[in-house]
């Protein structure tokens, strides 16, 4: 069986408040994007993992897909697979990627091994991955809140619109990001943000982490100003950094040369 996992953006990002667990409380609406890994598992006498593409850092034990796997294990006692996971997606970008191969494991030993979970059981499974594994189970626009794992539908679409993603290729530590900015619950709601026009998201639509990581990282928006130059309405940094999207009602023209990742791909 062979699945996408594919990134997300963050329209939007507040940091509210430091929790006693140590992670911190958000309000964040998450939007799927196709731009995806792409991962194979098959039924097998041993269990086997592979990869190719880009290289996923830290040894195999620490891959989202051996965890998502052993953590199906122990509770269901599944047979061995063998799984290929094929890395596309930049890492450390702030779009999710690993999170998202976490999840599409779940989901895919799901209808492999007829396990019948809900989505909100696998929703439960992913969390302890990952903060942000939830929301690729359901992988339609979400509105995150909690730690990101508690999710409600978004009322919005961006069906048919373009998107640009620039990752100059700075990895940036989520813990080390958290850690550096300081938390505010003095915010409009990010659900009442996008229900403006989306002339004005520009103005009111933030990502709390943009601040710091602008300024360590001058070229990040200097990323953000092309994307408005090129006619974006709406350009920003995803998640904990370091990619910059930006959202057009129509094609952009081609991307400049540069040594930078971009990606340009149709919203759905
Ligand atoms: C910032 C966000 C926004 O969508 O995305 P990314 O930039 O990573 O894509 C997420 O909250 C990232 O989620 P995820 O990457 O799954 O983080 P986790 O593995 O759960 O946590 C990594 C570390 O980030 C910090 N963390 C994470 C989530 C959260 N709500 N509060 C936190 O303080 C903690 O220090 C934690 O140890
Ligand atoms: N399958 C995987 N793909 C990508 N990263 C993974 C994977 N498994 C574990 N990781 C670890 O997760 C880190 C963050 O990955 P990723 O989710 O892509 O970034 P971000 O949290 O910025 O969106 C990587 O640097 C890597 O150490």
């Not at 019948?116 to 939830?134: I, K, Q, R, T």
Request: glycine residues 8%; charged residues 20%.
């Amino acid at each position: 069986m062979v699945v996408f996992p594919n990134v997300k953006i963050n329209l939007g990002l507040h940091v509210l408040r430091k929790r006693p667990d140590g992670y911190h409380d958000l309000d964040t609406c998450f939007y799927p994007v196709p731009l995806s890994d792409i991962l194979e598992a098959i039924p097998s006498k041993e269990f086997e993992f592979s990869q190719t593409g880009l290289e996923v850092p830290g040894g195999e034990d620490s891959n989202l897909c051996i965890r998502a796997y052993s953590l199906l294990k122990e509770k269901y006692n599944i047979p061995p697979v063998k799984m290929h996971l094929h890395k596309i997606v930049p890492m450390g970008a702030g779009l999710g990627g690993g999170s998202s191969d976490g999840a599409f494991t779940i989901r895919l030993l799901n209808d492999l091994f007829h396990l019948n979970l809900s989505p909100v059981e696998m929703s439960e499974y992913s969390a302890v991955l990952g903060s942000d594994c939830p929301f690729f189970i359901y992988n339609k626009p979400m509105i995150g809140s909690g730690r990101g794992t508690d999710l409600l539908p978004a009322d919005i679409s961006l069906a048919d619109n373009y998107i640009r993603i620039i990752h100059p290729g700075i990895h940036i530590s989520t813990a080390q990001a958290f850690a550096n900015l300081t938390p505010a619950d003095n915010r409009l709601p990010v659900a009442e943000l996008l229900a403006l026009d989306k002339s004005l998201w520009k103005d009111k639509l933030t990502n709390d982490f943009c601040k710091g990581t602008y300024k360590n990282f001058s070229q990040l928006s200097e990323i953000e100003s092309s994307l408005y130059n090129d006619g974006a309405f709406y350009a920003c940094m995803s998640g904990s950094g370091s990619a910059v999207y930006g959202l057009f009602d129509s094609e952009p023209p081609p991307a400049p040369k540069s040594g930078y990742f971009i990606w340009t791909g149709r919203l759905a």
